[in-house]
């Protein structure tokens, strides 16, 4: 469709340049009736109303950008809350399900069962079913495999008009899901069978969407699945749920008792392979016929090997030459085993299918992951993708994030390239939203969710809809060339003289995409989102551009918002609108990250050190409890003192108790010593997120250099196997060595599939402590060199983890003072204001001290805070000499390390590298066969493997000196 496009406006501006004029110099006449027509009177008609309208609109200009803005402010609000989908689903006419037994069931009862769906359905609706069959296991070309418990029906309908039954395809399949429910122990799951097949081959999966959940066990993987069948149950929009069989496939196990084998004198790999050869066969010698050999292999007949009572009674001669039975020594049963191991990218997985009706797949995407984020617990290392549909929606839509912005760029440049003036050049490009408001509405008007196909037709709208405004503006310019002053003049005249291009623009290509957008043939489904967004950006475009471009124009003409900027400037303006456009598209390419910025993104985002910075804030903080002077107490009273006056009466009196004067420097150190373990306490966090960091990115760039030197080797092997082939074609060689030539790049293959899985997953291990939601790549590690890596002076003694216990153990020293302090008394101070006999003036005071009359609970509290004082300080002695033994055990590996990479360097990579290139030359000129070519070749890439992994431990040793000793 794109190239159909592209061809058909270059076929359009190449008549237009040539044949059009031609053509109107030939045919086109002055008119020799002054009389307007009936076309005429149209235009002139719409020209008077729209020179009232905008005459009326320039004057409230304020208005109609403030009402423009909301409208657009609307739209993007309404677009947020569309759904979205990778492209609509076509009808296909029939429709075909999938039949799902037990697993285990033989093929005789899946053949059975699957006539027997075939004669209730075609019996129950004979005037809409054409034919019906049934496909079952694996074709000859085993392009689609699949087990024999799984059968694809297939459905073929008659024309709808001789339908009885079911008014539409949706109501047959619901009556037809309601038929089958009679076959229990049957699931079924409907689609159509292209999409089927479609969405298999592209992403692996048959239903639309699937919740893939990855990790090691197979069991959990399964119990996990199940729950998430059962979280997502009853979701609107969820027409099937599909959870993938990976167990319950009976297998005859044999479990050997040992204290029996032991009796008996007999030997387990002697056991199986009497099993082995007994019923698959066994090689019992050689048989030649003239110069052709074959393998004589032995096994028991049919007769003998068709149940577990065969196994069972299968004779063992012992060396006595006497014979048991195997289950005299062995306990043989039928067990569940895996049906099946599912991988992707070789990690283990299990996926939840899920078949999608009358939704668009992003929101029931994002209502299953909300329900599995609150409901689901994996444990650790498991974690959830989503594929299907949904998985190429994700694919298009980052495809879109770069296409769209360099569309809008080249529209943006070829604008400016038009008009020669920047500001005219953003008025212009103000048609770009505008008609991104048309298309947002009619799709939510029309109850469509974004798509692919509405994606392109915002594409196209984009470049049509700015020729409007082009056109618009160029008018303007015309009228301002040619001597008119009067910007309001300019405006109207402009506009009334291009309103007929511009209606006829926007109407041809309204008329072009009606029949698109009401189709219901074959295809329409994806025609339909296209020409909506056409037709209804259009219609939006050519209104606002014929109101807010004469305003805007109106606004900058007469406030003279002149850009008095010389050509380099204007050409850094216009580079620089191009990069912002651009940023979406930038972020698509991934970013290469070096050691010390992973570092630093770590040291930002992790939230292990937010929450040690958060505790040293916590402990400054509670720096000020150390102050403590008691509780305060105002009261007042009267005291009588003899029966003829009215005593003593406290006017007012304030006590101040359990002053604790003595605890103020203990608590004071003790606040102190806190504050100082939480600042060391962050130093080890911090101390500790590096070398993890540093230790992760060290191994996702090994992967990353692996991953480089087996791309190399393949391109050696696929050098060897053309080399092969060209001598097997001129009988130079025989075909033993092409095979093995292929059989070496088919292994290659695996190796560098197997090296991309682990970079990636040594990438995700890195991203645990970066956080980054882009992704990225690790940069080039050629610049390493283990020749400076460390330096043996650092020390221990003052290092993050030493100094951490030792303020753990000032900590513990100042609360054992605390305790000790506690003894001391405490100060009660009080005074009032008294009246005595009628009489004030007088006044009152006290003071006292608050002592413990038994000491026994504070002295046991005293000697608790002794004791662990002294696990502190010993801890910090244990791991100080720790640390210290570790350094020297380090040492020592260190510089053995450093040796190996000595020779490494010196001897072993120079020999490689020339072994490399000599094997090479000596293969092609024939001195070399393929064995030793091979022999040579493998041997030289595995010196550098070798050096790569010794390399690795190097760093990763000085990772663990530099935690340990570095300041």
Same mark, same amino acid.
């Given at each position: ?404 912005? %360099?569309? =809008? $760029?080249? &529209?943006? @440049? /070829?604008?400016? !390239? ?8 953003? #008025? ?115 209104? %606002?551009? =014929? $109101?807010? &471009?004469? @305003? /805007?124009?109106? !606004? ?8 008095? #900027? ?117 130093? =080890? ?283």
């Amino acid at each position: 469709m794109a190239l159909t496009f592209a061809f058909a406006v270059l076929g359009v501006v190449i008549l237009c340049l040539t044949y059009i004029p031609m053509m109107s110099a030939l045919l086109l006449r002055p008119p020799k009736k002054k009389s307007m027509s009936w076309g005429d009177k149209i235009v002139v008609f719409t020209e008077n109303i729209y020179k009232y309208v905008i005459t009326n609109l320039i004057g409230r200009s304020k208005t109609v950008l403030v009402g423009a803005t909301l409208i657009l402010a609307l739209s993007i609000f309404t677009f947020t809350r569309m759904g979205a989908e990778f492209i609509p689903q076509l009808d296909e006419g029939d429709f075909a399900f999938q039949a799902f037994l037990k697993p285990g069931t033989s093929l005789t009862d899946v053949k059975e069962a699957s006539t027997q769906i075939e004669k209730i359905v075609f019996e129950s609706f004979p005037d809409e079913i054409e034919s019906i069959q049934s496909r079952i296991g694996v074709a000859d070309l085993p392009m689609d495999p699949m087990p024999i418990d799984i059968a694809d029906v297939f459905v073929i309908l008659k024309p709808q008009e001789n339908w009885t039954k079911a008014s539409s395809k949706q109501d047959l399949i619901n009556q037809v899901r309601d038929k089958l429910k009679v076959l229990t122990g049957i699931n079924f799951e409907f689609t159509q069978p292209i999409e089927m097949r479609f969405n298999e081959l592209l992403t692996g999966i048959r239903e639309d969407v699937a919740v893939k959940i990855y990790g090691e066990d197979l069991h959990i993987l399964e119990e996990k699945a199940n729950d998430v069948a059962e979280i997502i149950y009853g979701i609107e929009g969820i027409a099937g749920i599909k959870v993938e069989a990976t167990s319950g496939l009976p297998q005859i196990t044999i479990n050997y008792d040992r204290n029996k084998l032991g009796v008996y004198d007999l030997n387990i790999n002697d056991l199986n392979q009497i099993v082995e050869s007994a019923f698959s066969g066994g090689k019992a010698g050689v048989i030649y016929e003239g110069e052709k050999m074959y393998d004589l292999v032995v096994r028991l007949d049919e007769q003998h090997r068709s149940s577990i009572g065969d196994i069972k009674n299968l004779f063992i001669t012992l060396k006595d030459n006497n014979q048991i039975p195997l289950k005299e020594v062995a306990n043989i049963s039928y067990k569940p085993g895996p049906m099946q191991i599912s991988r992707d990218n070789t990690n283990r997985r299990i996926y939840v299918g899920i078949n999608v009706e009358d939704r668009d797949i992003k929101s029931l995407v994002d209502e299953i992951r909300n329900r599995l984020d609150k409901n689901l617990n994996l444990p650790p290392g498991y974690y959830i993708r989503y594929g299907g549909a949904f998985e190429n929606l994700q694919r298009a839509t980052d495809r879109l994030t770069l296409v769209l912005p %360099l569309a =809008l $760029i080249l &529209i943006f @440049i /070829l604008v400016y !390239l038009a008009v020669r003036s920047l500001k005219q050049t953003l #008025i212009i490009y103000l048609a770009v939203p505008f008609a991104a408001v048309g298309g947002i509405f009619s799709l939510y008007f029309r109850d469509m969710p974004f798509s692919i196909s509405a994606g392109i037709g915002f594409i196209v709208l984009f470049g049509v809809a700015v020729l409007n405004g082009l056109v618009l503006l160029n008018s303007y310019n015309e009228l301002k060339e040619n001597g008119e002053e009067s910007v309001l003049k300019r405006i109207i005249q402009g506009s009334t003289r291009r309103i007929r291009p511009i209606f006829i623009t926007a109407s041809t290509d309204i008329m072009c995409f009606i029949p698109m957008a009401v189709s219901n043939s074959a295809g329409a489904e994806v025609q339909r989102p296209l020409a909506t967004v056409v037709i209804g950006g259009m219609i939006s475009a050519t209104i %606002l551009t =014929l $109101i807010v &471009i004469p @305003i /805007l124009y109106n !606004l900058l003409e007469n406030k003279k918002f002149k850009m008095n #900027i010389n050509s380099n400037k204007l050409k850094t303006v216009v580079l620089t609108i191009a990069i912002l456009l651009a940023i979406p598209a930038m972020s698509f390419a991934q970013k290469e990250i070096s050691l010390q910025q992973s570092i630093d993104i770590a040291l930002k985002n992790y939230p292990g050190l937010k929450a040690a910075a958060s505790e040293v804030k916590k402990q400054k903080t509670l720096s000020s409890t150390a102050m403590d002077f008691g509780t305060t107490s105002i009261y007042t009273g009267a005291e009588e003192f003899n029966k003829n006056n009215s005593g003593i009466q406290n006017i007012i009196g304030i006590e101040q108790s359990e002053i604790d004067i003595f605890g103020i420097a203990p608590k004071k150190n003790l606040s102190d010593s806190r504050e100082r373990m939480s600042e060391a306490a962050y130093e =080890l966090t911090k101390r500790e997120l590096t070398k993890d960091v540093s230790i992760s990115w060290y191994k996702a760039s090994f992967s990353k250099k692996k991953l480089s030197l087996l791309l190399s080797l393949d391109s050696v092997y696929s050098d060897f196997l053309r080399a092969a082939q060209l001598k097997y074609e001129t009988q130079q060689s025989s075909k033993l060595e092409l095979l093995s030539a292929s059989a070496k790049s088919s292994e290659m293959v695996l190796k560098l599939n197997r090296a991309k899985s682990n970079y990636r997953t040594d990438l995700k291990n890195l991203n645990k402590y970066l956080l980054m939601d882009t992704a990225f790549e690790i940069s080039s590690i050629n610049n390493l060199s283990f020749e400076n890596g460390f330096s043996e002076e650092d020390t221990v003694v003052n290092s993050s983890i030493s100094d951490y216990y030792l303020k753990k153990q000032d900590v513990f020293k100042m609360k054992w003072r605390l305790e000790k302090n506690k003894i001391l008394p405490k100060i009660n101070m009080s005074f009032a204001s008294q009246k005595i006999a009628g009489q004030s003036g007088f006044y009152s005071w006290q003071a006292g001290i608050n002592l413990p009359l038994v000491f026994n609970t504070q002295n046991a509290n005293n000697k608790a805070a002794k004791i662990n004082y002294e696990i502190a300080s010993y801890n910090y002695e244990r791991v100080r000499t720790e640390s210290i033994t570790q350094i020297e055990e380090l040492l020592i590996l260190i510089e053995s390390k450093k040796a190996e990479l000595t020779y490494f360097k010196e001897v072993a990579l120079p020999l490689a590298d020339e072994q490399l290139q000599a094997a090479k030359l000596a293969y092609y000129i024939g001195d070399l066969d393929y064995m030793q070519f091979l022999q040579n070749t493998e041997t030289a890439y595995n010196t550098q493997l070798d050096y790569l992994k010794s390399l690795q431990d190097y760093f990763l040793l000085i990772e663990d000196y530099k935690y340990l000793a570095v300041n």
